[in-house]
């Protein structure tokens, strides 16, 4: 069976995470992410030559009330095992090179199946042990 270049990946009415694979290749700019969401995700695929006019970003509040993170996988396989926000098992997704998850609600956990490299982006600033709850709950098996 193919896997998806694109998941979005619900529990009822809660998100809980979109992930792009590595072959994801359109031109354009796709954002994968509502308006609403704390953290945007895009694609953009630019020809040559193309320009992006000068800017700055406008200092404007913003509340986050909860964490949402972006993990892009280096190199590596790993394993995610995803839980709804009462810490239920759901399921798991293998992650490899090139592949990007917006974990954006629930709770995740992960297993490193090889030497893995990832760059991890969330909002912040980090509050310490507050920043997160962590469970026992890893049925995945």
Known sequence: MKIPAIENIVNGLEPIALIIRAEFDKPGIHFFTPPSFSQQVASMTHPKDKKIAP???NFLSRQVFYTQEVLI???GRLKVN??????EFLGDRILEA????????????FEMLEETSIIEVKQG?????EDKTRFENDSSG
Request: aromatic residues 6%; contains cysteine; hydrophobic residues 30%.
């Open 125 to 129: 600033p980090y509050l310490g042990v």
């Open 73 to 75: 996988i280096r190199r």
């Open 55 to 57: 800017h700055v970003h």
């Open 82 to 87: 995803l839980y709804s926000s009462d810490k």
């Open 98 to 109: 090139g592949d990007v998850i917006l974990l954006c609600g629930g709770g995740h956990s």
